[in-house]
């Protein structure tokens, strides 16, 4: 069955991903998260993903692959990951980019790399 388009979530609204157990988000459990069409046809080598601003509720990053660049916004709360990219499409779930840049952070970052994110977020909200 085909998916409507208008079914579809905009990337600008947050996809939420529940971590496992510990808070680890694995490799295999993300992959879940992108529809079996994107994941084949369409691909984000990233280059880097940077952080380039934090506050309570989110951390924003710089995700880039080649010459193309995107913004992905990461909140942590309640073992769940929320990930909002502003490349504007209608997807199913994760569109590439973000994709690309989770898998990253979880391959630099470790497994844990979103747990220890939330703590980070947590920090700056308790500070007034
Ligand atoms: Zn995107």
Known sequence: ?????????????????????????????LKKHIDSETFHYKQWPVTFVSPVKINQYKAEYTNTSGA????????VSN?????????????????????????????????EYFLELGKILQTKKDTP
């Open 68 to 75: 193309l660049s995107y913004t992905l916004a990461i909140s």
């Open 1 to 29: 069955m085909k998916t409507n388009k208008d079914d579809l979530r905009n990337t600008g609204y947050a996809y939420t991903i529940p971590l496992g157990r510990a808070g680890r988000l694995h490799a295999d459990s």
């Open 79 to 111: 073992n769940e990951v929320h990930v909002i990219c502003d490349c504007d499409r209608k997807v199913e779930m994760l569109c590439h980019h973000a994709y690309g840049a989770l898998k990253y952070l979880i391959t630099t970052g470790g497994e």
